[in-house]
Structures are given as structure tokens and as C-alpha cells.
């Protein structure tokens, strides 16, 4: 999975992502990073970047052309490298004397997803993670100030997408929220496999409290049954734990939880105990 960001501060995105998991997946080679500077992209001699709004206002936008033009190069730097591999691809073929099938292996290059990150977007979420984390290359577009000129985004921007509710100064932060996010989604990248399969936002439930030695901190005991040994009745405890903390934590979730018949009855018995 390759990740391109388009931004003014490109020490952010690569100091904030190269550290625990993702910096070794990336020195694994499971992910590769690249921050781009727009400044390169000026061609005004301070490498001005940003202008006053049309119709006035407060603050400053984003220009287009240095936009459009960082953009272009992250553009054709991918569309090379997937050519290059089409070509290889094609090579091996005619070595093995087989039919190269048309649109089977090749890579196809004009649908990379360039994803604008704006409080106007889609509000990101672990099934739009999963979505991008099956893409193998990225764009992130940050903005600053007020903004970026909309004529630009209309040209490149696949996605518009917001981290919640509120407004930063910039898109890095969201951008490397959402790298984090999709990256621990790549196959190899965690450790443990089932580690991104069971947890918060499976089945729609937040995920069951975790617990680890010592046994009791602080005159506070590690549930019983965790010590019990018994599989089956530590997976039950787990979702009715999890059943508990959705419907108190998160009760818009909890409606569209997968449950079972026992699991719906316990959760109704649950919240009747709370009247
Ligand atoms: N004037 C813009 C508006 O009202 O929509 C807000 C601009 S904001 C100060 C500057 C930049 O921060 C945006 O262009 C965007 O890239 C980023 N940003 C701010 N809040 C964000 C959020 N909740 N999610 C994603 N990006 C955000």
C-alpha cells in the first residue's frame, strides 16, 4: 500500500507516522510514505502558496496551481511505476510463452482515489478504512487556512472526507489519523492476524474490557472468569461485556448490532434491570 500526501508541512506526516507499527511496516516494506511538499510546486520566488479570497472575507486560500501541479507529479510518478509493472508483467508472459488475458493482470492506473481531508466530507469510519485499505495507492490532500480553491478540488478530489465534527488548522492530522487507520488494515502489518478482526466496531459493539497481569492492582481484581480457562464462557462474558458497554457508551450503535437470540434477550434483560 503506497500513501502520497500533498501538504505545507511534510515533516509532520513524516515524523508523526514513522514510529511503533507503521514505521515498521514501513521499514518492512509492507507500506511505503511519501510527503509532498506543495511549496515545491510555487512558482512565485518566496514559494507563496495561498491568496486573498474572492469577494473578501477573513483569511487566506489555498492557490490552485501549485495544487494541481503536486498533484500532476504524485499522478504520474504512480501512473510510471504501474506501467513499469504492466510491462514486466507482459515480459514474464511472453517468456512463459502464455497469453498475456486482457484487464485479468493489469494493473489499472486511471483510479487512484485522491481524498481530500475537509470538515465539509463524509464522516471517516472503520468501514470506509476497510473500503481504502483494498486500494494500492492513496492521495491525501491537507488544506490549511481557509482552505483550498474549490476549482482544484472539483479537478482531483475522488473523496472528501472529515474526522469528525470540528475544525483544525490543517489536514496533516487527519490525514495521518486516517493512514493509521488504513494501514493496520493491510494484511501483515499487525503482528497477531485476529488482532484487527475482534475489537471495537465489529458487529457494530464497541469491544469487551481488557485485562493483563497483575492479577489484582490495587485491591482490584482481574474478572473471575478470565482466569477460568474456559473458552466458551470467557466468549460469552466478552460480548455481553461488549453488549453493555455499546448500549451505555454508544446506544446509536446498538441498534445495529449483530446479536444472537441469547445475546438480544440478555440485553433486553439488561436494560430492564437499569429501569
Ligand atoms: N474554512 C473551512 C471550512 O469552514 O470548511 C475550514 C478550513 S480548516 C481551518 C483548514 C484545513 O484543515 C481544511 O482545509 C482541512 O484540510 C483541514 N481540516 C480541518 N478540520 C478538519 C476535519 N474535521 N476533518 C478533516 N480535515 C479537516
Not at 503506497?2 to 507503521?22: A, K, Q, R
Not at 484487527?196 to 497481569?213: C, G, I, K, M, V
Request: hydrophobic content about 35%; glycine content about 6%.
Amino acid at each position: 500500500m503506497n500513501f502520497h500526501v500533498l501538504t505545507l508541512f511534510p515533516d509532520m506526516i513524516t515524523g508523526g507516522l514513522n514510529t511503533s507499527i507503521i514505521g515498521r511496516a514501513l521499514e518492512k516494506g509492507l507500506l511505503t510514505l511519501k510527503a509532498i511538499d506543495i511549496r515545491d510546486f510555487s512558482e512565485n520566488k518566496h514559494r507563496r502558496v495561498d491568496d486573498y479570497p474572492y469577494g473578501g472575507g477573513a483569511g487566506m486560500v489555498m492557490a490552485p496551481g501549485p495544487v494541481y501541479r503536486a498533484y500532476q507529479h504524485v499522478k504520474e510518478l504512480i501512473d510510471t511505476r504501474v506501467d513499469e509493472m504492466n510491462q514486466n508483467l507482459s515480459l514474464v508472459n511472453v517468456d512463459n510463452n502464455t497469453e498475456v488475458k486482457k484487464d485479468e493482470n493489469i494493473v489499472n492506473f486511471k483510479k487512484t482515489r485522491v481524498i481530500y481531508l475537509t470538515p465539509q466530507g463524509k464522516v471517516f469510519n472503520q468501514t470506509m478504512a476497510e473500503e481504502f485499505s483494498k486500494e494500492e495507492d492513496l492521495i491525501f490532500l491537507c488544506g490549511h487556512y481557509e482552505g483550498i480553491d474549490e476549482r482544484v478540488l472539483e479537478m482531483i478530489v475522488t473523496d472528501p472526507v472529515s474526522i469528525g465534527d470540528y475544525v483544525l488548522t490543517g489536514g496533516e492530522l487527519p490525514a495521518m489519523v486516517m493512514i493509521d487507520a488504513i494501514s493496520r488494515l493491510v494484511p501483515g502489518v499487525l503482528n497477531n492476524d485476529t488482532s484487527a478482526e475482534f475489537e471495537t466496531f465489529q458487529d457494530n459493539l464497541l469491544e469487551y474490557p481488557q485485562y493483563t497481569r497483575p492479577e489484582v492492582f490495587m485491591e482490584k481484581s482481574v474478572p473471575e472468569v478470565l482466569l477460568s480457562g474456559h473458552h466458551a464462557n470467557i466468549d460469552t462474558w466478552r460480548r455481553q461485556q461488549s453488549i453493555v458497554r455499546t448500549v451505555n457508551n454508544r446506544p446509536d450503535m446498538i441498534d445495529k448490532a449483530v446479536l444472537t437470540k441469547k445475546e438480544q434477550k440478555f440485553l433486553d434483560e439488561y436494560l430492564k434491570s437499569k429501569e
